[in-house]
């Protein structure tokens, strides 16, 4: 066996004395949400020092379900980010195979049309959105308020057509000679073929969905139907208001998603290192 | 059991044409071989026959009906890809009958296709598996097989064997050859491979530029080619060429002077019309029509740069006075190392300065 | 390929209908209203309320000012940040990689409500952090009343929460990186510190630049950050960024046309020093 030479070894230890600190104050603030959301109030704003958990999570989760109806919030949310993101996989990836996969006219103009926008804030079309569907649909606190206008993100379709146009086309072809329909082509051939890209923008959308604020906040204010993130939000900046009960909520709509990351790492950095690359 | 007919086939990619107009006559059950350096068109010309690609101009006839708007599904061909094109998420059982389930064949039917097919291929036991289980061998048979199943008309296959070593390649290619004679149907093969193209073919079409540039049997293109072009690609290795100029004519044919070899004369008959006084031109010798000094039409002394002795016969890469390269065959025992060598020009070719074959 | 128009449209409408409804038509009509006066009952055509006022509007002047102080501050130290850390989590001798990962990627999760709201009781004038400063025998800091501060607070907390999000894909850029390259240069005897300015800096430009735009875009809309961390831009306005103007223009005044200007404003700037990033990056090659 090799043994490590010293300069090797020497730079092993630089490394971890460099990165170990660091990484301590990067999580500093995630535990210190999980440690508030478990203190009393006179816990959190004591005079000492209090870095491990106690244990008043319950009392402070009751403390802001009647601040805030946060369950049928996160009922909301959940239905939301769920239906946002079958919707928008099943619009984005027809869409993405349309453009892989077939030439045909206009076909060029919509690829611009998609990719000279895809860089414009949000901002420049919340005001028009709101209208339309706030005044003109008079669809302001529903559901479909929630879920059909985000539709519009484009990113699932570039990164879908990138997944199909890498595939080896012969495969459709030899679908198409055979007879298949397009539309099964697509379900049987395309779509089982992009399960890992699949399972990638799901991901991403539904964090997306899930944490999304400015426009649940803009569009659906009535307390009824307000997602989560909306909900919570509304509490910060109130005087009389529990600040543990606050950190229960940051840790509920938190928790999950950071489970999910560490179940499925893989495949967040693909969408997310995906998302970038256009 | 149909033939196959292109008039005047044309195909562009935009304003960038690919395929100048093919004309070609396949009969039923030919086995027809197109053959071409890689962007010449084979392909797509294959493609167009499929229906993978719009025809700009010209028809194609399959079985005595023009099929240009005619579904890829409905022209009674199959195909089989460069790639394989195996399904990698399907077993092979749901690769052979993917295509005739979801066009809603008879269950029964299919299972009997299916099971025709992999006793021909003899893949019965590989049923189960799944591509990326088999061997580049067995992932061809599986393809074929899917074409198989069809009960075609017309096989088209997309260079078939290019992603296989070169000894199976060679086994599939008498595997193919024997599933032609099994079956009676026309086949229609594209390849650069110009070897396949000669063992396997009844026809060759030789294509360069999105031009045809030759039709005709393996032998025929061999001995008889039209222009420089197929002269050059029909044969390993390649026949020679050396450059000279007309310096003679008369009503048998011309008299030429080699570059480089001053005084060496050559006269090749012409039936055609010759070329003019002082015109350049190219002949064309292949490795084996070199002979010994002074047993044929004119003598060329080369230097010599390598040998490769293949045991029965023997490969000599020489050049010419004028720094033309040449490769002689020579049998193993003539062949020497020596640095200079005289040959004699038994059987030649004449080429015009476009390269037209001038006979 | 076949031409095959039907198809193609097919597959492509239920996804167009709605990128033209919610996407397309409202950045036309956006641009529509910014010239319009829509503080009146009928909405009439009149830029100098909304792209006229914009020019002379002092609380415009203070959010622009404000969001490009964050983007020339932030956006740098950010991407610098995120380049380290994607090559010392890249290294091969890094042990208890996933543990670093998660650290460092795991606020590419946490939303924006519950991040701010964390940041908000951190640096609380009685929160913990002050406490910590306490502890070291520093002063507290007024975090959230005194302006600098609060503009401190502002980029720490983007900073937080979006360094790991571009280490992501700068590590992505890096690992395409062939392993040969390093190794030549090893057997080179070029030291691992040249090679990082010599071989990765460069081969990795594009991603870095990349990731500015992207920052760019973010900062110029930024929101929720000033509108909770520092409760509405606060203190005064001192934290009030383009994003939280044109908010409260839009959705407290409800002054449409006005804020559709500074919508289109915003836009423009992202566009143009996004532009301006990636003509810079190609200028040096």
Redesign the interface.
Known sequence: MRSKSSAERRRGIALHAALFPLALIWLFPLWMMFVFSTLPENGIFSRDIILTPSDQFVENFNLLESDTGFIRATTISILVAAAYTVLSVALTSMAGWSLACYRFAGKGVVLATILGTLTLPYFVVVIPQFIMVARDFGLHNTLFALIVPPLFNSLGVLFMRQTFSMMPHELFDAARVEGVKEWRIFLFIGLPLARPAVAALSIILFLHSWNNYLWPLLINSKPAMMTAPVALGSLIGLTKVSWGGIMTGAVMLTAPMLVLFVALQRHFVAGISAGAVK | MAAVSLNNVVKKFGSLPVVHGASLEIADGEFVVFVGPSGCGKSTLL?MI?????ITDGEIVIGGKVVNDV????RG???V???Y?L???MTVEQNLS???R??GNDKADTQRRVSRAADILRISELMQRRPRQLSGGQRQRVAIG?AIV?NPQVFLFDEPLSNLDAELRVQMRVEIARLHKELGVTMIYVTHDQTEAMTLADKIVVLRAGNIEQIGRPLDLYYDPDNQFVAGFVGSPKMNFIRGHVVERNDKGVILELAGEDGTRLAQPLTGPAPELGSHVTVGVRPEHFGDAGKGDADLTVSVDVVEHLGGTSFVYAATAAGEELVIQRDAATAADAAEITVSIRKSYLFDEKGLRLR | MRLRTRTAYAFLTPYLLVFLTFWIWPIANSFWLSFLNTRSANWTFNPRMTWGRLLVDPAFANALWNTLLILVIQVPVMIALATVLAVLLNSPILKARGLFRFAFFAPVVVGEVAYAAMFRLLFNEFGIINKMLVAAGLTSIPWLSDPNAAMAVIIIALTWRWAGYNAIIILAGLQSIPEDVYEAATLDGVSKVRQFFYITLPLLKPVIILCVVISVIGTMQLFSEPFLITNRGGPGQATETLGLFLYRQGFGAFNFGYASAVAYTITALAIAISLLNLWLGKERE
């Not at chain 2, 499929?50 to 719009?54: C, I, K, P, R, S």
């Not at chain 2, 579904?71 to 409905?74: H, R």
């Open positions: 493609r499929a229906g993978l690609e719009d579904e890829p599904a409905e061909i199959a195909m890809f460069q790639s094109a399904y990698p998420h993917f295509g005739l979801m066009t899917r069809r």
